[in-house]
């Protein structure tokens, strides 16, 4: 048995060289210029600049229909978005050439086209929204907001009661915190934190990241947390969507 396998395999492998080789003859006969001349309907044993030059004017001409500019002009568009470097043009570019493409579809009864080129215009829509709300917010936090508004859509509410402990000295420090309502007292320097203030920052800094003190709940009240891992990625996100505004 392993010798009739043997024996079978030169016989595939010429096959499939016999039918490259076929391939690889026929491409390159249809790839002729006397064969694409001939296909143009020019003759390959008289022909001139002046003749080619008609020659592909009379195609242009034949095939210059409003759907077929449509198609060209949306071309035009998505091709420009290659060498564009901010989001926001591109996204633009990416949509009116979508557009052109529906119009195509829908003049030549291209079904495939007009329903791709449908499905891409509101996502690209709904993903230049989202660009544009988060330079928004990039331009406010350039413009020195310091406030805390543009952290509070990612923070999480948590409540806490008279006597519990929101976190004790050197333990292991993962989130910040914002005051909303109630007290809140650092033990070990008496100071009391009234809403409005934000605490646990420093385990931020710290290089072992824990607390540098204990924070006790003296008043029932909530508080809204982000952790660090959060606040990293919101810093980042926004300051490079300003770099990329600016280039």
Not at 10 to 35: C, E, Q, V, W, Y
Not at 94 to 100: D, E, K
Not at 166 to 188: C, I, Q, R, W, Y
């Amino acid at each position: 048995m392993p010798t009739a396998c043997a024996e079978d395999d030169p016989m595939g492998s010429n096959s499939a060289a016999s039918i490259s080789d076929r391939f690889l003859d026929t491409a390159a006969d249809n790839l002729r210029i006397a064969k694409i001349l001939v296909q143009m309907g020019l003759d390959p044993n008289n022909i001139t600049y002046d003749t080619l030059l008609d020659r592909l004017l009379e195609i242009v001409l034949a095939n210059m229909t409003l759907a077929n500019m449509l198609a060209l002009v949306g071309a035009i568009f998505l091709v420009a978005t290659l060498p564009m470097h901010t989001i926001v043009p591109l996204r633009v570019a990416n949509m009116l050439g979508c557009m052109f493409f529906v119009a195509y579809g829908a003049l030549s009864g291209n079904v495939g086209t007009f329903i791709l080129y449908l499905l891409l215009l509101p996502i690209n829509a709904i993903r230049l929204r989202q660009i544009l709300n988060l330079i928004k917010r990039a331009r406010i936090a350039t413009e020195g907001d310091t406030s805390l508004e543009l952290l509070k859509p990612f923070m999480t509410e948590r409540r806490y009661r008279r006597g519990e402990k929101l976190f004790k000295k050197n333990d292991a420090a993962s989130e910040m915190f914002l005051t909303v309502t109630g007290t809140f007292l650092v033990k070990e320097i008496s100071v009391e934190l009234p809403p409005g203030r934000l605490m646990g920052e420093l385990g931020f800094l710290t290089p072992n990241q824990r607390r540098t003190a204990t924070v006790e709940c003296i008043e029932d009240g909530q508080v809204m947390t982000i952790t660090y891992e959060k606040l990293l990625e919101i810093f980042f996100r926004i300051h490079n969507s300003a770099i990329t505004v600016l280039c």
